[in-house]
């Protein structure tokens, strides 16, 4: 894998990060995005070298072309990228910064309860599973 492709970086045992995997999946038709998932050697160092405990993960990042995105940031910028569908996502601009950040906390802390867990990893879709990064 080139250093150059953009990766997700994200909790592979939350369901809505699976969706959010899936999500990206679907929607980046170059097939570039490459998903690391934080559980990885490759995704628990992207987030020790980001300042994030990937132990007790409540961000996920995209980083593409050396520049990290973070949390709802992260997803404007894949939907930015990504196109059609995709830019859907940039409405959460229409969100105070502030708001975003709080909102996007208070999801993260309490995703499990809210979402349940789930593991991407075991998803059976060959071309999803060849954009992870073990």
């Given amino acids: 894998m ?3 492709l953009p990766v997700a970086v ?5 369901a809505l990060c699976s969706w959010g995997a899936r999500f990206i999946h679907r929607i980046d ?9 934080i ?5 628990a160092a ?6 994030l ?5 409540e961000s996920w990042l995209f980083i593409e072309d050396g520049i990290v995105w973070r949390d709802f ?3 404007i910028r894949v939907g930015q990228r990504s196109g059609g569908w995709g830019l859907l996502c940039t409405g959460l601009k229409l969100i105070p910064r502030p708001v975003r950040d709080w ?17 991407m990893c075991a998803l059976p879709d060959p071309a999803f599973r060849a954009r992870l990064l073990q």
């Fill in 46 to 51: 992207l987030m020790r070298e980001n300042g």
């Fill in 10 to 14: 994200m909790d592979a045992t939350c």
């Fill in 39 to 43: 559980q990885s050697p490759p995704g």
């Fill in 2 to 4: 080139s250093d150059t």
């Fill in 29 to 37: 038709k170059s097939g570039e995005i490459r998903i690391a998932p």
């Fill in 73 to 75: 940031d992260a997803l």
């Fill in 103 to 119: 909102l996007y906390a208070r999801i993260a802390r309490n995703r499990y309860a809210m979402f349940g867990r789930s593991d």
């Fill in 53 to 57: 405990d990937a132990l007790d993960p």
